[in-house]
């Protein structure tokens, strides 16, 4: 009888559903349906690291919106996240979640499968798209990165990282030495991705995958012996080799391209652009706590001794 029910299914499915059907494909129903977020965070993915990001991107004022295949975890959180369920490799899914208007997709999920499926569909629904996607192992990074993600991150050699920041530490090797061993650690990674990458990736694919440069954004802490220097004065291209390429002073006051004459003050957000060793290499500089009190200073020599 297999062969026979296999057959029926289709046609009895669409019988039973053929009025809640003609409802959902109404333009009023699929106007509905369709996020009217802009600019936004999609999180493929609700587990531990999907949480997380969910958490950050709340707290920083981050759009978002969840997509998760299990159905108990999408009833625990309906009532607390702008979560839904659904499988985004499907374009329907994908166009409810913004696909058209979002800025990012993290995709965090463990099945290898699904995540080229997700990562090839949205690439081909929306070209602007920064799509950040979780892996096991290594020698899943390069196709990845072949079918549209801008981003892979691989479990594995990140946990490796992992594992010798916490020895080093142990060993009290100084935190800038740790993390310039990260920074290269994680550049010869990269090379050797792009090897394994197809030579004839497009120009748009290969701009994006410029491991060893970056842009990353720095508080200036009020302990910084930057505060009060101008750019031209705190010598950062020539001492750091990195670039400032702008100031966010406050949420209305943001400076693109400040001139040399700029002074900078505790609290503005720099841009800041080089290699990722050299941007690890400032944050010390720019993130300096300012100088202890003299109760404070006695306590932590005692504590020392």
């Given at each position: 009888l297999t062969p026979f029910l296999i057959n029926l299914a289709p046609r009895a499915a669409a019988?039973?559903?053929?009025?809640?059907?003609?409802?959902?494909?109404?333009?009023?129903?699929?106007q509905?349906?369709?996020?009217?977020?802009?600019?936004?965070l999609i999180i493929v993915g609700f587990g531990i690291s999907g949480k997380h990001l969910a958490q950050v991107a709340k707290e920083s004022g981050i759009p978002y919106t969840i997509l998760e295949m299990n159905p108990e975890t999408v009833s625990r959180y309906k009532n607390k996240e702008p979560i839904s369920h659904g499988d985004a490799s499907q374009p329907v899914i994908l166009e409810h979640l913004?696909?058209?208007?979002?800025?990012?997709?993290?995709?965090?999920?463990?099945?290898?499968?699904?995540?080229?499926?997700?990562?090839?569909?949205?690439?081909?629904?929306?070209?602007?798209?920064?799509?950040?996607?979780?892996?096991?192992f290594i020698t899943e990074v390069a196709p990845l990165r072949r079918l549209g993600a801008n981003v892979v991150?691989?479990?594995?050699?990140?946990?490796?990282?992992?594992?010798?920041?916490?020895?080093?530490?142990?060993?009290?090797?100084?935190?800038q030495d740790i993390d310039a061993f990260s920074a290269r650690l994680r550049q010869q990674n990269y090379r050797m991705i792009r090897r394994m990458s197809s030579a004839a990736?497009?120009?748009?694919?290969?701009?994006?995958?410029?491991p060893e440069m970056g842009v990353q954004t720095m508080r200036l802490e009020a302990g910084s012996p930057l505060c009060g220097l101008s750019l031209a004065q705190s010598n950062l291209?020539?001492?750091?080799?990195?670039?400032?390429?702008?100031?966010?002073?406050?949420?209305?006051?943001?400076?693109?391209?400040?001139p040399a004459d700029f002074v900078m003050e505790a609290g503005d957000l720099l841009y800041l652009f080089g290699k990722?060793?050299?941007?690890?290499?400032?944050k010390p500089v720019i993130?300096?706590?300012?100088?202890?009190?003299?109760?404070?200073?006695?306590?932590?020599?005692?504590?020392?001794?």
């Open positions: 019988l039973l559903t053929r009025g809640r059907g003609k409802e959902a494909s109404s333009p009023e129903a699929e509905q349906k369709t996020s009217t977020l802009k600019d936004h913004g696909v058209y208007t979002a800025r990012v997709l993290a995709i965090i999920i463990s099945d290898p499968a699904a995540v080229r499926a997700i990562t090839l569909e949205a690439r081909r629904m929306n070209p602007d798209l920064y799509i950040v996607a979780r892996t096991r991150i691989a479990e594995e050699f990140e946990t490796s990282i992992e594992v010798f920041n916490q020895v080093l530490t142990q060993y009290l090797v100084p935190r990736d497009s120009l748009e694919s290969v701009a994006s995958r410029l291209r020539r001492e750091y080799a990195v670039t400032v390429v702008a100031v966010a002073r406050s949420e209305q006051e943001v400076v693109a391209s400040p990722t060793d050299k941007l690890f290499a400032v993130c300096a706590a300012a100088p202890a009190t003299p109760a404070t200073a006695t306590a932590q020599e005692a504590h020392q001794a």
